[in-house]
């Protein structure tokens, strides 16, 4: 196959992104875990200040996790912040990266597609990827509506430019970002439109998957506040949104204001004097809908609050430099405003 009508259009095309602009493996894996599963201009700000903060792995490697989930706040899928601070802490203990894609998947949180990224786009090597959007390419250029992962990792590498290997890969993710999207297909405007044997319906490859329903939950939480400052708690060291901040509340069918009472009381010895609900968050998660009650509460009680510990009073005028979710940030807001 001719590479090079795509390799010539990505060469034209590409965005000037901050880790193609200047490539190193460092930059490559940072940017790589924070857009999986996330969108690029999303991405940007949260880089930019990720490697002013840790401009090595060394950086990383020894900074407080604390610290990292604040510059990871709100980006959500908190593990792979933790799983980049693990990589980072091996890179350091092996004395720099693996470059082979063997060595790179024994990275923590360093799957076949990152590792395949870093191995092609930083040390030159053939070894090829797949992600969504090249899953996507892929499935229509060989016109295959079910395409499972060993036939995507087998055409991807039969592709592979050798030599090239990096910006081949990256060509055809952007292809899928800018062309080859997932509804309407701009095929007029294609470099590969001639081989493709999807360009007639395209949007019959790969067949979509029935999205199952999501779970809804019910949560409740509170506002508690003292002067300039917010009661919050940290989440448990494992789970969903592991060791982020948020309001004390909790999460179950049929928690409303007296449940949340006594909750208030039980673990954080807080009597409730008079609440009131400001109203209700909705935030879907990648399994979970969560609606959470957020209530202004006043209360008395001095809760235990210690250096270091689960709970802490917050200036409401500095939450920004808070690790949150996206889902305390909401509630936050709320609260803030009732
Ligand atoms: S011709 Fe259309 S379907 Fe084929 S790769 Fe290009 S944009 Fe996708």
Redesign the pocket.
Known sequence: MDHEALLAWYAGRQRPLPWRLEVSAWRTLVSELMCQQTRIETVLPYFARFMEAFPTPLALAEAPTERVLELWSGLGYYSRARNLQRAAQAVVAAGGFPRTVEGLRGLPGVGPYTAGAIASIVFGVDAPLVDGNVE??LA??FAEPEPSRAWLWTRAAELVAPGRAGEWNQALME??SL???PRS???G?????G?????GN?EA?PRRKVKKAVPRREAVCAWVQRGDRVLLVRRPETGRLAGLWELPGLEGEGNGLDSLGNHLHSALGLRVRSARLCGTVNHTFSHLQLDTAVYVVEADGEPAVVEGGELRWVDVAGLEGVALSTLAKKTLELGGQG
């Open positions: 996507r390419v229509r250029w292809l899928g062309v080859c999207v297909p701009r095929c405007e294609c470099p590969v439109r081989d493709c044997g999807g360009a395209p490859y």
